[in-house]
């Protein structure tokens, strides 16, 4: 499959799966990996960067399960990143062998500070490396694209240079990556349009850009650069990633969406033209978000564009006013238009199985009889400690009973707490081990949550340190659902987990567990392959 140059839209290059992965904690399974990018192909982008295969045999068998169940015909490209060395390019073509539309993504750095400190090479060394490396990945594969790293603070002169030489020697498409989110909109401009004047066969390829966030600039800086040209933009779901993270998907897809008058005369047409600027299915935005959210167990901030729980509320007197009189007065989309249902209380304790169902299709969930089986025990058993059951609350449901579950994995079998201000507080967990022993223990801690997780570690007896808690709630009202999300960290590693009850120290307790269970499953893994230790080296160089 082959992008033409300079298309009459923007191609959504989703790097959720490769640069998003790097937020700390953020680790992710390759089941859940999978499960997002399922998810990503629904939501209609073009291309989905699986990972950077040479980084790990994990990270390997996501990129090459990812092109064989989601890479099919006519599905979005599937994309493996690669350092411009061999062993990197040899890893990516050999995961990508199954995609259907495979491309590797190759990036060397380019700026004198990278150069001087980290690859410690000469100008003309990198440009040899870059021209030879890029005519390597062609070898394997038609699509290549290719990363100047730290473009945004190379001297234009070598960009322009090494830009010329890697699309001769067979580049399709060039990114531009703003790696440390040092640009300013304007300087944006000035840099994009500096590629397009000095690099003679500039036209040749997709332009691309890829923007980091650290000035709180990213978004504006990919705007800015689809207003000079370029046609292809890398982003992640809720603008996940390294350091403060990368241009949001929904953010810019948004835009496009909400200024088509603005944008259209960038893409030479019609201020009133109705033609879409992106593939993406917006009404997919909001599941995209959640399902990110749930297994990165990374939270989107309430004031977070588009896709945070304050994005359409309205608490100021005018401004309810406002809407109620006339939507467009404070509001410039509509929730629907991400897949946002309205939060509609229609569903109780003496709801039956067949409502139960027709409400969750109507939300976007098509759930198997096994997971529909256990949703809607978990619904019965939450809609009896509550009296209304709100849209937002069946989701917290669904995402809780329907996560990926791991292979002969702990089990949470019984939690029992005592607590209060003259009574240490106390806690009795009862845990179904993978081999289906049942154990249980007590302890007490500084409060019910400590006392909770020092039981549970107890009996679980992996090493693990708690290095964050937080607790969200999924609607209002006394009983409203807790969502707690943890973070642990073993070694260099962190592993999150999420879970909602009534009760959040129910909650944290089955957070803990789903966190410990995803350790589990990482040192099961490297105790099977610890004879390949020395294969493959965890690499950490971003772009």
Known sequence: MSIQPQPDRVIIFDTTLRDGEQSPGATLLVEEKLAIAHQLSLLGVDVIEAGFAVASPGDFEA????????????????????RAIRQDIQAAAEALKPAAHPRIHTFISTSDIHLKYQLKKSRSEVLAIAQEMVTYAKSFVEDVEFSPMDASRTDPEFLYQILERVIAAGATTINIPDTVGYCTPKDMAVLIQGVQENVPNIDQVILSVHTQNDLGLATANALTAIENGVRQVECTVNGIGERAGNAALEEIVMALQVRKPHFNPYFGRPVDSDAPLTKIQTQEIYKTSCLVSQFTGIVVQPNKAIVGANAFAHESGIHQDGILKHRQTYEIMEAADIGLAENSIILGKHSGRNAFRTRLQELGFELSEADLNKAFMRFKEIADKKKEMSDWDLEAIVRDETQIQVDKGFQLEH???????????????????????????????????????KAINRLVQIPNQLIEFSVQSVTGGIDALGTVTIRLRYQERIFSGQASDTDIVVAAAYAHMNALNRLYRFLQRETQKSHASGSASVVNFLI
């Open 63 to 82: 990129v090459k399960t990812i092109a064989q169940q989601v890479g099919v015909l006519g599905g979005p490209i599937i994309c493996s990143l690669a």
């Open 415 to 453: 939690v029992q707490v005592t607590c209060g201000d003259c009574t240490c507080p106390t806690a009795t967990i009862t845990v179904v081990t993978p081999n289906g022993e049942i154990s249980t223990d007590a302890a007490v801690g500084t409060g019910p949550v400590d006392a909770v997780y």
